[in-house]
């Protein structure tokens, strides 16, 4: 049963351009309605899926969890810990906007037993800001930084992007040189994928969205390759690096195929073999809540194949990729036997090699992953 718990508060005081996340305006929301009847979801969902372990990872994101006053945010926060039972070490999770939270909720956070923060940075280039219509100027993030340390929450995390509108390798060099210099431990980097329902999909189909392109872009995960690496950023995951030991352990849970609780609009969730979505649009979301129903509306009982192809699309994404072993011990079968074409066929094309019992993508694999990720999907 699951050990990890995510939380999606879906307000937001500003929608940004490559956002495809079920978010909503902040102003005129029913937040504290929407609250109560989280902590609503929260009461059935333990019941109906109880777990004997401890909750391990909580991941309260959004949206932006600390747009809502602190009070609410200190209201769900008492509510998670109300219904739910966490273990002696969890790693508990907020995701922050620079300049979002003042002294007085930063301290909440602390208080609520909040350990960790993941801080949306994105770029540290002012222009790139205005052009993705981030709310923060970069002198936020340092502010943030500084302001979490004060108060005690020492695990930090920092969101970048790379890959931007109009995006210049010298830009992306000088905001990681910035984001290397700052006491953090966790940096996620994603390259920007340009999503329907956003503006920039609307500008993209007009012509008006110029890309850096895919060599460029190419150039700049490698670039960050080296230079995290340079600065004691261990790479762990394809987007992910992380000082010794600061893995994010709430992420390793997806990326690992394991269960967790999923609670609120839009939120998904995997209990008991079953992968489950909540309705996105607020009333729906509230509706089924208030009929004393959960709010799902869509349930896929996950057959062995898929779980299968799950662990290998999701494995890979690590650097030390997936066990040979714990496959076997997990589904009854060997990796070889499952997807011989698929595998000798990548390994052939130097995309996937075996290294100490695990099979895991090569550095030309990283380049392609999605491609690599593909073939396990389509049993190629």
């Not at 609520?112 to 052009?131: C, H, P, W, Y």
């Not at 609009?265 to 729906?284: F, Q």
């Not at 799902?296 to 662990?311: A, L």
């Not at 290294?355 to 690599?372: A, Q, Y």
Request: glycine fraction near 6%.
């Amino acid at each position: 049963m699951p050990k990890s718990l995510y939380v999606h508060v879906p307000f937001c005081e500003q929608i940004c351009h490559y956002c495809d996340f079920n978010k909503f305006f902040l102003k005129n929301q029913p937040i504290d309605e929407y609250l109560e009847l989280c902590a609503s979801e929260m009461e059935k969902t333990v019941h109906s899926f109880p777990t004997d372990e401890g909750i391990s990872t909580i991941y309260i994101g959004g949206g932006t969890p600390t747009s809502i006053s602190t009070h609410q945010l200190q209201y769900l926060l008492a509510k998670v810990k109300q219904h739910f039972f966490l273990a002696e070490n969890v790693e508990f999770t907020v995701e922050v906007n620079p300049g979002s939270a003042d002294e007085e909720k930063m301290a909440m956070l602390y208080e609520m037993g909040v350990n960790r923060l993941s801080i949306g940075a994105q770029t540290f280039d002012e222009n790139l800001l205005k052009a993705i219509n981030r709310d923060h100027e970069a002198k936020d993030v340092e502010k943030t930084v500084e302001l979490a340390r004060r108060v005690g929450i020492n695990n930090l995390s920092i969101d970048m992007m790379f890959g931007l509108p109009r995006q210049t390798m010298s830009q992306w060099k000088s905001s990681l040189e910035i984001v290397c210099q700052m006491p953090i431990q966790h940096i996620s980097a994603y390259s920007l994928k340009v999503e329907e329902k956003t503006v920039f999909y609307q500008l993209l189909r007009k012509g008006k969205l110029p890309m850096p392109g895919q060599e460029t872009e190419a150039e700049m995960y490698e670039y960050m390759l080296e230079k995290l690496n340079e600065n004691g950023f261990h790479h762990y995951e394809i987007s992910n690096f992380a000082k010794e030991g600061r893995q994010s352990l709430h992420n390793l849970t997806y990326w690992n195929n394991e269960e967790y609780y999923g609670i609120g609009a839009g939120a998904h969730s995997y209990m008991d073999g079953v992968r489950r979505a909540n309705h996105g649009p607020l009333p729906k979301y509230m509706n089924a809540l208030k009929n004393n129903e959960l709010p799902y509306f869509e349930e896929h009982v996950v057959p062995t194949m898929e779980k299968m192809e799950e662990q290998m699309f999701m494995g890979l994404r690590k650097r030390n990729g997936v066990s040979i072993q714990e496959f076997q011990k997990k589904f009854g079968k060997d990796v070889y036997e499952v997807f011989p074409q698929v595998i000798e066929k990548l390994k052939k094309n130097l995309l996937l090699e075996e290294d100490k019992g695990r099979v895991k993508l090569t550095n030309k694999g990283l380049l392609l992953g999605n491609e690599v990720f593909e073939k396990f999907l389509l049993g190629e």
